[in-house]
């Protein structure tokens, strides 16, 4: 139990597009779910948090009006990179944390994005 | 404020020998100890964890920490290495249920045939 997935896994745009990377907890409801960015060889870099229902709080230097979090719903989490450039190539990962939590996060499988 | 600290960025062992990664966190509170691995363009799976109880907690795939609160360490071992262990392992602490996570800059393990 407790999976988390995340869809596209690859994804490649062109400078100027939007792209869109959704997070699904399959089998339970995440109350939390939190958004990463990691770099080559480096670890994650929390991007922002996000709970059911609640605007997003985003960690100092992420512009969140480049990248949009929705939570509509307490299986769904969105991540919109808008108005992407080459710089914005990254994985991104999400993690979501249980309604009843257990103390981990779950993790989905990640998203590469490449910005031409 | 939380941290974690994970000494050596990249350590190699030979197959079948111990293995061992170093984790050493700071916590105002007591906390929650998580190690993950993360296999190359995947996302990271939960290893063990530590929340509460006895202090040497046992993961999969033959990994197990020991909560040391008084070295404030988490060190990950597995006594003898087979080739699938190569990843990316991370450490990682929270102060509880639905709190944020902090991580380790990640330790790259290396099995040597």
């Known amino acids: 139990g407790a999976v988390v997935s995340q869809h596209p896994s690859w994804v490649i745009c062109k400078s100027g597009t939007s792209v869109k990377i959704e997070c699904r907890s399959l089998d339970f409801q995440a109350t939390t779910m939190f958004w990463y960015r990691q770099f080559p060889k480096q670890s994650l870099m929390l991007m922002a948090t996000s709970n059911e229902g609640s605007k997003a709080t985003y960690e100092q230097g992420v512009e969140k009006d480049k990248f949009l979090i929705n939570h509509a719903s307490l299986t769904l989490s969105t991540l919109t990179v808008t108005s992407a450039h080459p710089e914005d190539s990254s994985f991104y990962i999400c993690?979501?944390?249980?309604?009843?939590?257990?103390?981990?996060?779950?993790f989905g499988e990640g998203s590469r994005l490449t910005v031409l | 404020a939380q941290s974690v600290t994970q000494l050596g960025s990249h350590v190699s062992v030979s197959e079948g020998a111990l293995v061992l990664l170093r984790c050493n966190y700071s916590s105002s509170v007591p906390p929650y100890l998580f190690w993950y691995v993360q296999y190359p363009n995947q996302g990271l799976q939960l290893l063990l964890k530590y929340t509460t109880g006895a202090t040497l907690v046992k993961g999969i795939n033959g990994f197990e920490a020991e909560f040391k609160k008084s070295e404030t360490s988490f060190h990950l071992t597995k006594p003898s290495a087979h080739m699938s262990d190569a990843a990316e392992y991370f450490c990682?602490?929270?102060?509880?249920?639905?709190?944020?996570?902090?991580f380790g800059t990640g330790t790259s393990l290396t099995v040597i045939p």
């Open positions: 993690s979501a944390s249980r309604v009843i939590s257990t103390g981990e996060l779950f």
């Open positions: 990682a602490v929270s102060e509880g249920t639905g709190n944020q996570f902090y």
